[in-house]
Protein backbone atom coordinates (compact mmCIF):
# COMPACT_ATOMS: atom_id res chain seq x y z
CA UNK A 1 0.00 0.00 0.00
CA UNK A 2 1.21 3.56 -0.97
CA UNK A 3 -0.13 6.89 0.36
CA UNK A 4 0.55 9.60 -1.51
CA UNK A 5 -0.46 13.60 -0.53
CA UNK A 6 -0.33 16.58 -2.48
CA UNK A 7 0.32 20.23 -1.60
CA UNK A 8 1.18 23.67 -2.82
CA UNK A 9 -2.16 23.78 -5.42
CA UNK A 10 -4.50 27.13 -5.33
CA UNK A 11 -5.31 30.16 -6.96
CA UNK A 12 -2.42 32.20 -8.49
CA UNK A 13 -2.38 34.77 -11.04
CA UNK A 14 -1.37 34.72 -14.62
CA UNK A 15 2.26 34.89 -14.78
CA UNK A 16 3.11 33.78 -11.40
CA UNK A 17 4.53 30.80 -9.71
CA UNK A 18 3.17 27.60 -7.66
CA UNK A 19 5.39 24.55 -6.53
CA UNK A 20 3.49 21.54 -5.81
CA UNK A 21 4.61 18.89 -3.29
CA UNK A 22 3.84 15.58 -3.19
CA UNK A 23 4.87 12.82 -0.23
CA UNK A 24 4.90 9.32 -1.32
CA UNK A 25 4.62 6.49 2.37
CA UNK A 26 3.89 3.36 3.21
CA UNK A 27 6.00 0.77 0.77
CA UNK A 28 7.61 3.54 -0.64
CA UNK A 29 10.83 0.63 -1.40
CA UNK A 30 8.97 -0.46 -3.77
CA UNK A 31 8.15 2.78 -6.40
CA UNK A 32 10.20 3.00 -9.59
CA UNK A 33 8.36 6.13 -10.65
CA UNK A 34 6.43 9.32 -9.49
CA UNK A 35 5.02 11.86 -11.66
CA UNK A 36 2.10 14.69 -12.20
CA UNK A 37 -0.32 14.28 -14.42
CA UNK A 38 -3.51 17.12 -14.64
CA UNK A 39 -6.52 16.59 -15.63
CA UNK A 40 -9.14 19.96 -16.81
CA UNK A 41 -12.89 20.10 -17.11
CA UNK A 42 -14.11 18.08 -20.09
CA UNK A 43 -10.64 16.71 -20.71
CA UNK A 44 -8.59 13.64 -20.78
CA UNK A 45 -5.97 13.31 -17.60
CA UNK A 46 -2.51 14.09 -19.45
CA UNK A 47 1.35 13.70 -18.53
CA UNK A 48 2.53 16.68 -17.02
CA UNK A 49 6.23 15.02 -15.87
CA UNK A 50 7.51 11.67 -14.21
CA UNK A 51 11.01 11.05 -12.39
CA UNK A 52 12.32 7.21 -11.84
CA UNK A 53 14.33 6.38 -9.01
CA UNK A 54 17.28 7.14 -11.13
CA UNK A 55 16.60 10.66 -11.78
CA UNK A 56 15.11 10.54 -15.68
CA UNK A 57 12.91 12.80 -16.05
CA UNK A 58 10.01 13.08 -19.06
CA UNK A 59 7.99 15.77 -19.45
CA UNK A 60 4.48 16.26 -21.52
CA UNK A 61 4.67 17.90 -24.88
CA UNK A 62 2.39 20.92 -23.52
CA UNK A 63 4.35 21.80 -20.53
CA UNK A 64 7.27 23.84 -22.64
CA UNK A 65 10.19 24.61 -20.31
CA UNK A 66 8.11 26.18 -17.54
CA UNK A 67 7.66 23.29 -15.59
CA UNK A 68 10.49 21.35 -13.75
CA UNK A 69 10.33 18.36 -11.81
CA UNK A 70 12.58 16.88 -8.98
CA UNK A 71 12.76 15.16 -6.05
CA UNK A 72 13.29 15.87 -2.23
CA UNK A 73 16.37 15.02 0.23
CA UNK A 74 13.89 12.12 1.08
CA UNK A 75 13.46 10.59 -2.30
CA UNK A 76 9.90 9.35 -1.54
CA UNK A 77 8.66 13.60 -2.39
CA UNK A 78 8.92 15.16 -5.59
CA UNK A 79 8.00 18.70 -6.51
CA UNK A 80 6.56 20.57 -9.42
CA UNK A 81 7.85 23.70 -9.77
CA UNK A 82 5.69 25.71 -12.42
CA UNK A 83 6.52 29.60 -13.42
CA UNK A 84 5.00 31.72 -15.87
CA UNK A 85 1.60 30.87 -15.28
CA UNK A 86 -1.31 30.65 -17.92
CA UNK A 87 -4.89 30.29 -17.26
CA UNK A 88 -4.61 27.37 -19.82
CA UNK A 89 -2.89 25.17 -17.42
CA UNK A 90 -5.80 25.82 -14.68
CA UNK A 91 -6.58 22.07 -13.74
CA UNK A 92 -6.86 19.38 -10.82
CA UNK A 93 -3.09 18.08 -10.48
CA UNK A 94 -2.75 14.84 -9.25
CA UNK A 95 0.53 12.92 -8.42
CA UNK A 96 1.19 9.03 -9.25
CA UNK A 97 3.45 6.75 -7.98
CA UNK A 98 4.45 3.43 -9.82
CA UNK A 99 4.60 0.35 -8.20
CA UNK A 100 7.53 -2.53 -9.13
CA UNK A 101 4.81 -4.30 -10.54
CA UNK A 102 3.32 -1.56 -12.33
CA UNK A 103 0.28 -0.75 -10.29
CA UNK A 104 -0.46 2.96 -10.31
CA UNK A 105 -1.50 4.46 -7.06
CA UNK A 106 -2.96 8.45 -7.42
CA UNK A 107 -2.82 10.77 -4.65
CA UNK A 108 -6.46 12.87 -4.62
CA UNK A 109 -5.38 15.84 -6.88
CA UNK A 110 -4.95 19.45 -6.59
CA UNK A 111 -6.33 22.35 -7.89
CA UNK A 112 -4.52 24.57 -9.32
CA UNK A 113 -6.58 28.02 -10.90
CA UNK A 114 -4.44 30.76 -12.71
CA UNK A 115 -6.95 34.07 -12.84
CA UNK A 116 -6.37 36.62 -15.80
Known amino acids: QVQLVESGGGLVQAGGSLRLSCAASGSIYSINVMGWYRQAPGKQRELVAT???????VYGDSVKDRFTISRGHVKSTVYLQMNTLEPEVTAVYYC??????????WGQGTQVTVSS
Open 96 to 105: DARHISQYVY
Open 51 to 57: ITSGGST
